[in-house]
């Protein structure tokens, strides 16, 4: 258990049978790290009466679900930077999905190196740090190299009708041409009948329970605790699931979007160019210079499709939480659920990320610390991505992290330990366009600044939201609440100036 790891270094340490330091990492827990992208909490779990996701569900029920927890910005990359440095995008300059870690923070010490200083075996397979876009991750994470698998995967040969390389294909392979926009676009969906393995989730499934069942006899010959960062790419585009996931959904039933316009007195910069971003870049949605909306049913097409995806993704996970209890290394293994930014489905005529909405924002964490959380428990504590860093490191019993990066989360152990405990009253996340958009999420309000960075001060457009009143944020009331926008600007005020690489 994670409590007697104190004990056992004692112990050990007494009777002289091992040293100091090997025998601390004899005595560390395991860390499993499972990243999912694009998830957002359309689970049951959370409450969502259409998620087919049991599997999910059930690895909440083993320890503390969080409701309030967001990402730090919505997308990939960025997001990813944020859990792996526990520092923000406007710490550290990394707001891009081509951002280059080491370019901008070259001496900066993730999460896995961290823990790799302190005897663990760091190893990644998956969508971890984001590949793609000019960027390519950071090898010297982990002790292992990093096995990568594809984001964009089609099985069926429609969905490529041209048998080219498509445009996302080219992006998120590093290809470039004079112009990504000119190559062909790929399906925005596919349903084949094929066995799980036929896309990248059910390999990495397959391949993260070949690597417990080593890791496990690597810890039983010399005792080296593993730290496993297991990364999946769907519910991310193309929906690409076989086609049973598709079945266990009643199409018909699922929720369409509530709110279809932006919010009222709302500045543009919180919108989205085009309305929907990347998702022009696939098939049968309208191309980037189309004015064509997406209608109802294709809405509802890619609705389905996200959930089927959700719950593929789902089924790949249990495989390797399965393994996990099969090889008796749960009790030993603390377990770290994250969704790297929510989506949008629709909701204000958008889809996928890049806002600084609720549905963009909000993302799904579940912890399960042997020892320390108690099962079924969950708690609003607001929680932000950069909080899981500290949190594993006082988990695991290591000193509290100190960068050089700037550590700007806060270790949330207290609220493991009791739901109802505080460690902080509001998140922050930021997105950039225009400029920068920074702000404060509490227990009622959101609040978003838009400023310029080479702006006057205050010389900006705010956005502030009633999340109470009004949880889908149809209506702008910062010129209504001007005592509540003046609050959260003290707040906002309090964090130092964003880093200028926009």
Same mark, same amino acid.
């Given at each position: 258990?994670?409590?007697?790891?104190?004990?056992?270094?004692?112990?050990?340490?007494?009777?002289?049978?091992?040293?100091?330091?090997?025998?601390?990492?004899?005595?560390?827990?395991?860390?499993?790290?499972?990243?999912?992208?694009?998830?957002?909490?359309?689970?049951?779990?959370?409450?969502?009466?259409?998620?087919?996701?049991?599997?999910?569900?059930?690895?909440?029920?083993?320890?503390?679900?969080?409701?309030?927890?967001?990402?730090?910005?919505?997308?990939?990359?960025?997001?990813?930077?944020?859990?792996?440095?526990?520092?923000?995008?406007?710490?550290?300059?990394?707001?891009?999905?081509?951002?280059?870690?080491?370019?901008?923070?070259?001496?900066?010490?993730?999460?896995?190196?961290?823990? *790799?200083?302190?005897?663990?075996?760091?190893?990644?397979?998956?969508?971890?740090?984001?590949?793609?876009?000019?960027?390519?991750?950071?090898?010297?994470?982990?002790?292992?190299?990093?096995?990568?698998?594809?984001?964009?995967?089609?099985?069926?040969?429609?969905?490529?009708?041209?048998?080219?390389?498509?445009?996302?294909?080219?992006?998120?392979?590093?290809?470039?041409?004079?112009?990504?926009?000119?190559?062909?676009?790929?399906?925005?969906?596919?349903?084949?009948?094929?066995?799980?393995?036929?896309?990248?989730?059910?390999?990495?499934?397959?391949?993260?329970?070949?690597?417990?069942?080593?890791?496990?006899?690597?810890?039983?010959?010399?005792?080296?605790?593993?730290?496993?960062?297991?990364?999946?790419?769907?519910?991310?585009?193309?929906?690409?699931?076989?086609?049973?996931?598709?079945?266990?959904?009643?199409?018909?039933?699922?929720?369409?979007?509530?709110?279809?316009?932006?919010?009222?007195?709302?500045?543009?910069?919180?919108?989205?160019?085009?309305? *929907?971003?990347?998702?022009?870049?696939?098939?049968?949605?309208?191309?980037?210079?189309?004015?064509?909306?997406?209608?109802?049913?294709?809405?509802?097409?890619?609705?389905?499709?996200?959930?089927?995806?959700?719950?593929?993704?789902?089924?790949?996970?249990?495989?390797?939480?399965?393994?996990?209890?099969?090889?008796?290394?749960?009790?030993?293994?603390?377990?770290?659920?994250?969704?790297?930014?929510?989506?949008?489905?629709?909701?204000?005529?958008?889809?996928?990320?890049?806002?600084?909405?609720?549905?963009?924002?909000?993302?799904?964490?579940?912890?399960?610390?042997?020892?320390?959380? *108690?099962?079924?428990?969950?708690?609003?504590?607001?929680?932000?991505?950069?909080?899981?860093?500290?949190?594993?490191?006082?988990?695991?019993?290591?000193?509290?992290?100190?960068?050089?990066?700037?550590?700007?989360?806060?270790?949330?152990?207290?609220?493991?330990?009791?739901?109802?405990?505080?460690?902080?009253?509001?998140?922050?996340?930021?997105?950039?366009?225009?400029?920068?958009?920074?702000?404060?999420?509490?227990?009622?309000?959101?609040?978003?600044?838009?400023?310029?960075?080479?702006?006057?001060?205050?010389?900006?457009?705010?956005?502030?939201?009633?999340?109470?009143?009004?949880?889908?944020?149809?209506?702008?009331?910062?010129?209504?609440?001007?005592?509540?926008?003046?609050?959260?600007?003290?707040?906002?005020?309090?964090?130092?100036?964003?880093?200028?690489?926009?």
């Amino acid at each position: 258990m994670i409590r007697s790891a104190a004990l056992l270094i004692v112990v050990c340490v007494l009777i002289g049978g091992v040293g100091p330091a090997h025998a601390e990492a004899e005595s560390r827990p395991n860390v499993l790290m499972i990243l999912v992208d694009d998830l957002k909490p359309t689970l049951g779990c959370y409450g969502d009466v259409h998620a087919k996701s049991p599997h999910l569900d059930a690895l909440a029920a083993r320890g503390m679900r969080f409701d309030a927890a967001y990402c730090n910005q919505a997308v990939c990359a960025p997001s990813r930077f944020t859990l792996m440095l526990g520092a923000h995008s406007t710490s550290t300059g990394l707001y891009g999905l081509g951002s280059h870690l080491r370019k901008l923070v070259p001496d900066a010490v993730t999460l896995p190196q961290y823990f *790799q200083r302190h005897g663990y075996r760091t190893e990644s397979m998956g969508k971890v740090f984001h590949i793609g876009h000019g960027n390519h991750g950071d090898p010297d994470s982990f002790s292992v190299p990093h096995h990568h698998e594809k984001v964009i995967e089609y099985v069926d040969p429609e969905s490529t009708p041209s048998g080219e390389l498509t445009r996302e294909e080219a992006f998120f392979t590093n290809h470039r041409v004079a112009d990504n926009n000119s190559l062909p676009r790929g399906a925005a969906f596919e349903s084949p009948d094929v066995e799980d393995n036929a896309y990248a989730d059910g390999r990495i499934a397959e391949l993260a329970a070949a690597r417990l069942r080593h890791a496990k006899q690597r810890r039983q010959a010399d005792g080296t605790p593993f730290f496993m960062v297991v990364g999946f790419a769907r519910p991310h585009l193309p929906f690409s699931a076989p086609k049973k996931y598709w079945d266990m959904h009643d199409r018909e039933s699922l929720p369409m979007p509530v709110v279809k316009t932006s919010p009222l007195d709302s500045p543009i910069e919180a919108g989205k160019p085009n309305g *929907q971003g990347e998702i022009r870049n696939y098939f049968p949605v309208p191309d980037k210079n189309s004015p064509a909306a997406i209608d109802d049913q294709l809405t509802r097409t890619l609705i389905h499709g996200y959930y089927a995806s959700t719950s593929y993704v789902d089924a790949q996970i249990g495989k390797v939480v399965a393994e996990l209890d099969r090889l008796e290394l749960s009790d030993d293994t603390i377990i770290v659920l994250w969704g790297d930014h929510g989506f949008h489905l629709g909701d204000h005529g958008f889809w996928t990320k890049h806002t600084n909405y609720e549905q963009a924002a909000r993302i799904p964490i579940f912890i399960v610390a042997p020892g320390v959380t *108690q099962p079924n428990s969950q708690t609003a504590q607001l929680t932000e991505t950069v909080d899981i860093y500290p949190t594993l490191a006082e988990l695991a019993g290591l000193p509290n992290p100190t960068g050089p990066q700037s550590i700007d989360g806060v270790s949330i152990v207290p609220v493991l330990k009791d739901g109802n405990a505080r460690v902080r009253d509001h998140a922050y996340h930021v997105f950039p366009r225009f400029g920068l958009g920074r702000a404060i999420r509490t227990s009622r309000y959101r609040l978003v600044e838009w400023s310029k960075p080479a702006a006057p001060e205050r010389d900006a457009t705010y956005e502030l939201f009633d999340m109470k009143t009004d949880p889908n944020e149809t209506r702008n009331v910062a010129n209504e609440q001007p005592s509540v926008l003046r609050s959260l600007l003290q707040i906002l005020d309090e964090y130092p100036s964003p880093h200028a690489n926009l």
